[in-house]
């Protein structure tokens, strides 16, 4: 894998749903404005398969761009859940994917499938050691049953990405502690959020950036519906908070995605 840094920064978006419905209609235009702003790799969180095809279509459009991962997200786990895993396995058996993702725990709205979540969860987690793939975590209103579930895990070796990290500086402490990379978005620029403080201490070397468009828009974009040229504004926070030239989050947090997303079975960037 080699990803060359031009004269100009270039960024990764870790996790951007930019074959969204919201989208997908101006797709042409915000990958122009994305590449434009120096974000020339996109990677696409799977959702469940009735988006599957629109997400692999916007890959086969932008090749060189954007990214497909697989995996099924918990707010999208029913009673039908074994047969969307079935999806997911016979996705994976068919071609290389560089994560499985967005999997994991969400009890916001209720708990009512959260057994079935858990297997979901636990499945897809046990398919990552198998394929040797990274993983990338939702997690919300679930940040320490979700830490709990993936720590026998990660001591097997599993890796990745606590996508839309919104947590506590220990929770933060924890996760990195795994092994594992903190997802930062547009949360990261909302004043009483609490993320600057609780990754103020984290080193570099844990953090990638994300927009998780449409999704969160960074400030001053709040309202609008977010895009991966928009991932500046994240940047711009992140140097203000590490007190460290831009360029330099862009190189480094460019860096650490090609660490996670980098392993023997992924698809090649």
């Given at each position: 894998l080699c990803i060359k840094f031009s004269l100009f920064?270039?960024?990764?978006?870790t996790h951007a749903h930019v074959y969204s419905e919201e989208l997908l209609p101006d797709l042409n235009q915000l990958m122009t404005s994305a590449i434009g702003s120096g974000v020339n790799k996109i990677f696409m969180p799977a959702i469940d398969s009735h988006t599957l095809e629109a997400m692999l279509s916007v890959e086969r459009a932008f090749p060189e761009n954007c990214f497909a991962m697989m995996g099924l997200h918990p707010c999208y786990v029913k009673e039908n859940v074994q047969t969307e895993l079935d999806i997911v396995a016979d996705q994976l058996s068919k071609r290389k994917f560089p994560a499985i993702g967005e999997i994991g725990l969400d009890f916001y709205w209720d708990k009512t499938f959260s057994s079935q979540q858990y297997l979901a969860f636990n499945t897809q987690m046990q398919w990552a050691l198998d394929f040797s793939l990274p993983i990338v975590i939702h997690t919300r209103n679930a940040i320490g049953e979700t830490i709990e579930a993936v720590k026998p895990f990660a001591k097997k070796g599993l890796r990745g990405i606590f996508h839309c990290f919104s947590g506590s500086k220990e929770?933060?402490?924890?996760?990195?502690g795994m092994g594992f990379h903190l997802g930062l978005g547009g949360v990261l620029t909302y004043k009483n959020a609490g993320v600057a403080e609780a990754i103020k201490d984290i080193p570099m070397e844990w953090?990638?950036?994300?927009?998780?468009?449409?999704?969160?828009?960074?400030?001053p974009y709040r309202g609008k519906k977010n895009e991966p040229a928009f991932i500046i504004e994240v940047a711009k926070k992140l140097a203000e908070i590490k007190n460290i030239p831009l360029h330099e989050v862009a190189e480094i947090t460019s860096k650490n995605a090609v660490k996670v997303f980098l392993t023997p079975n992924a698809v090649m960037l």
């Open positions: 920064m270039q960024f990764i978006d929770s933060a402490e924890q996760i990195i953090l990638v950036l994300e927009t998780d468009a449409p999704y969160l828009s960074p400030v």
